[in-house]
C-alpha cells in the first residue's frame, strides 16, 4: 500500500483482557518498529525486526508483551492481561533498508489503546 | 542509555515570523538526528534529517542545524503558516548493524502559528 497502516485506530479493553494491534508496513520495507506514545509525550522504542528476525525487543516493557513479524511482512504487538498503564498510542513504523543503511521512517497513525 | 531534552514544550508565534527548537543530547555517538511533525491523531511524519558529518541542512524554509561539540541540535522554521501548527518532535539515534535507527524523542514541542 502507499503507507504504514495499522488495525484497529481505537481499542478499549478492560484490564486483563488480552488484546492484538496489527501492522501492515510499506511493501517492500525491511525495517519494522514498534514504539508506544503515552499522552503529551514523545513516542518510546519498543522492539525492531529486520525481515522476520526480531533484532531488538530491549524497549518491551514487560514479558506480557509480544511482538512478531513471521513473515517478514505484517506484524503484531500482542499484550496479555492488560493494565492502565498500558493505555497509549502503540505506533508502527517501517523502512526500506535495515541496518545501518536504514534511514526515513513512515509511521503509521498508530493505534489508540485505552484499558479501563 | 540515549537521553534527548527538547525546548521549549509550547511555542506560540505570528504568522510570517521564525519559530526555533531546540534539543540536546546525551550520547557522543548518536549520529542521526530527524525531526517529526505530529498533527493530532495522525502519525510522526519526517521532515527533515540531519547526519553527523553535516552542521546545517536546509530545506525551503525548514532548516536545521547541529553542533557536535555541544551536543545539541535546532529546527529553524521561517515565514511561518497556520498549516506550521503541529507537535514537532526531535530524536536522535545511533546507527548499529543490528538495532538499525531506534530512535530516542525528545518530548516535543506545541507549536502555535496564528494567523
Known amino acids: 500500500g502507499a503507507g504504514v497502516s495499522q488495525s484497529p485506530r481505537y481499542k478499549v479493553a478492560k484490564r486483563g483482557q488480552d488484546v492484538a494491534l496489527r501492522c501492515d508496513p510499506i511493501?517492500?520495507?525491511?525495517?519494522l518498529f514498534w514504539y508506544q506514545q503515552a499522552l503529551g509525550q514523545g513516542p518510546e522504542f519498543l522492539t525492531y525486526?529486520?525481515?522476520?528476525?526480531?533484532?531488538?525487543k530491549s524497549g518491551l516493557p514487560s514479558d506480557r508483551f509480544f511482538a512478531e513479524r513471521p513473515e517478514g511482512s505484517v506484524s503484531t504487538l500482542k499484550i496479555q492481561r492488560t493494565q492502565q498503564e498500558d493505555s497509549a498510542v502503540y505506533l508502527c513504523?517501517?523502512?526500506?533498508?535495515?541496518?545501518?543503511?536504514?534511514?526515513?521512517?513512515?509511521f503509521g497513525s498508530g493505534t489508540r489503546l485505552t484499558v479501563v | 542509555g540515549e537521553n534527548v531534552e527538547q525546548h521549549p514544550s509550547t511555542l506560540s508565534v505570528q504568522e510570517g515570523d521564525s519559530a526555533v527548537i531546540k534539543c540536546t543530547y546525551s550520547?557522543?555517538?548518536?549520529?542521526?538526528f530527524p525531526w517529526y511533525k505530529q498533527e493530532l491523531g495522525k502519525g510522526p511524519q519526517l521532515i527533515i534529517d540531519?547526519?553527523?558529518?553535516?552542521g546545517e541542512k536546509k530545506d525551503q524554509r525548514i532548516a536545521v542545524t547541529l553542533n557536535k561539540t555541544a551536543k545539541h541540535f535546532s529546527l529553524h522554521i521561517t515565514e511561518t503558516q497556520p498549516e506550521d501548527s503541529a507537535v514537532y518532535f526531535c530524536?536522535?539515534?545511533?546507527?548499529?548493524?543490528?538495532?538499525?535507527?531506534?530512535?530516542?524523542f525528545g518530548e516535543g514541542t506545541q507549536l502555535t502559528v496564528n494567523p
Open positions: 511493501s517492500g520495507h525491511v525495517s
Open positions: 550520547d557522543s555517538a548518536s549520529n542521526y
Open positions: 513504523a517501517s523502512s526500506l533498508r535495515g541496518g545501518r543503511a536504514n534511514y526515513g521512517y513512515t
Open positions: 540531519i547526519r553527523s558529518n553535516v
Open positions: 530524536a536522535a539515534s545511533i546507527r548499529r548493524e543490528t538495532s538499525g535507527s531506534r530512535l530516542t
Open positions: 525486526f529486520q525481515n522476520e528476525a526480531q533484532l531488538d
